[in-house]
């Protein structure tokens, strides 16, 4: 996979044809990945690159992956990933400059592949209609993927943003078809979990996802490319007055230095909501009935 950026001062990205799926990848589910499924399919067919174009407009919290996630997931099976820079002049362009500027003149597009819903172009004025108007003049073929459900329900990014905003980790995963994940860097806590003899592990929460639930979490985590069982609380810590909202992750039988490394950590299940504990001892009770509750869940 390569990673290319693309603004509104470069020609020509791609010298080789592509087939390009579009969307606004912020979280990679179950709906993307039929996208993706059917960009592999089509370009192995017609001899043409595998490539997903996404967005980069203001990250505001709202996402549902890291961007890191984000590309990753997007990678996974793509040739290339274009990350359009949303400067003024992209904002700017009506759908059929887009086509002519963007997506042929840029990526050189010989087929395109995208949701039922997709909008693009100044205001969001483009759909699949103005694919298909302008894909003769353009030369290119268009595949317009129908929506994925999970039972009776479309997935989205909207309803598993919903999901996560109430704790439902278990109905989130089953629509991104994968755990929802946090990563970031270990950074050195206040060192609380260890005086209790239940060592942490801080992941600052980027400013960028969406507004979890505060509460407990059946988590995994990996590092250096292992992963291990573990629980996650996320929130402001109440029993010790702590303020900004964190993630703090004991991993089961793990006794290692990772200040500093990176560390992925996977939401499984939600066990319980925060709550303020009398003291230590009735925290560190609770959390070994936490634990104990985590098993049926990895």
């Known amino acids: 996979m390569r990673i290319i950026l693309v603004n509104s001062e470069l020609p020509l990205v791609s010298k080789e044809p592509c087939c390009v799926c579009l969307g606004m990848f912020d979280g990679v589910h179950r709906g993307h990945q039929a996208l993706l499924e059917e960009t592999v399919r089509i370009a192995k067919q017609k001899g043409l690159r595998s490539a997903a174009a996404t967005f980069l407009t203001k990250r505001e919290k709202n996402c549902i992956d890291t961007l890191d996630i984000q590309l990753s ?77 999970e039972g009776a329900k479309v997935i989205s990014s909207t309803r598993i943003r919903a999901y996560l905003r109430e704790g439902k980790i278990d109905e989130a995963n089953r629509m991104l078809g994968r755990p929802f994940a946090l990563s970031g860097f270990v950074r050195m806590g206040n060192q609380i979990g260890r005086t209790l003899k239940m060592p942490t592990i801080n992941v600052p929460i980027d400013p960028c996802v969406i507004e979890l639930q505060n509460g407990v979490y059946a988590s995994k985590t990996e590092i250096d490319g292992e992963i291990y069982e573990s629980i996650t609380n996320i929130g402001t810590a109440p029993t010790f007055q702590e303020k900004k909202k964190i993630s703090e992750t004991f991993i089961l039988n793990f006794h290692q230095d990772v200040y500093n490394k990176t560390a992925k950590i996977f939401l499984y299940h939600f066990l319980r909501g925060e709550r303020k504990f009398s003291g230590p001892d009735e925290l560190v009770r609770t959390i070994k009935g936490d634990i104990e509750r985590c098993a049926q869940y990895y």
């Open 73 to 149: 997931g997007l990678g996974e099976q793509m040739d290339f990933v274009f990350v359009f820079l949303f400067d003024e002049k992209l904002r700017g362009e009506n759908p059929e400059e887009f086509i002519s500027h963007s997506l042929k003149g840029a990526l050189n597009a010989r087929h395109v592949v995208c949701g039922f819903n997709f909008r693009f172009g100044h205001n969001r004025e483009g759909d699949t209609r103005a694919l298909q108007a302008f894909s003769r003049k353009y030369g290119y073929g268009l595949s317009i993927v129908p929506p994925v459900k």
